[in-house]
Every structure is written in C-alpha cells, then in structure tokens.
Nanobody, 124 residues
Framework: QVQLVESGGGLVQAGGSLRLSCAAS????????MGWFRRAPGKEREFVAA????????YYRDSVKGRFTISRDNAKNTVYLQMNSLKPEDTAVYYC?????????????????WGQGTQVTVSS
C-alpha cells in the first residue's frame, strides 16, 4: 500500500520560512517524479513545484521561483519543500504527490498517488 505522509506545516509570519517533508512508502521512490501542490480556501488546487525521479530537473510555478526549493533524498524516500520569504498568499493546504511516468509533472492529473496534506498558514 502506497503512503505519502506530509509534515512540517504550521503557522508562520510573513517573511518566515517552513520546510515541508513528504515521506513515501510502498513504492520504489527513486522511480517516481514527485510534486507539491496546494489548495487555498475557495480556490482550485495549483501546482507549486516538482522534481524528476533523479532529482536533476525541477519545476516551479512563477510565484514561488526564488523563494521555494524542492529537493529529494532517495535514500530516505523523502521529498522536501523549503519555503522562504513566505507571503500570506502562500496560505494553503500543501499536498505531495508521486508520478510514476513523469510525463508532465506540472499537471495534477498525471500523478498516481497523493498525500493527505499539511496546512500552511502565513500571517501578515
């Protein structure tokens, strides 16, 4: 049974930092592209960042470029999202997801497995 478990969310002031983690089990982690998505209240789910199975290539939505960094440790079956210079508009539930084929890591429909999410709240 595949499980993706996010952690590291919380309440932070604008300008602060958080590091999200997503621990994967039940799959061959090194074969999966991994992504982070978020859903803010009243809004659609949106792509945040993704990394290929090897970790060589990463993708970001424009609004987080230069502030967020995705990384992975295939030995620990974990993907991370380092979030710096947080803004109130980053407030959302953040989800990690796993994509076996890595065909389009910016599209939610491409992903095979999803975590339950972790809340990130940025106060102004």
């Amino acid at each position: 049974q595949v499980q993706l478990v996010e952690s590291g969310g919380g309440l932070v002031q604008a300008g602060g930092s958080l590091r999200l983690s997503c621990a994967a089990s039940g799959l061959t982690f090194s074969l999966y592209g991994m992504g982070w998505f978020r859903r803010a209240p009243g809004k659609e789910r949106e792509f945040v960042a993704a990394t290929t199975a090897s970790g060589v290539t990463s993708y970001y939505r424009d609004s987080v470029k230069g502030r967020f960094t995705i990384s992975r440790d295939n030995a620990k079956n974990t993907v991370y999202l380092q979030m710096n210079s947080l803004k109130p508009e980053d407030t959302a539930v953040y989800y990690c997801a796993a994509d076996r084929f890595g065909s389009n890591l910016q599209m939610a429909d491409a992903y095979d497995y999803w975590g339950q999410g972790t809340q990130v709240t940025v106060s102004s």
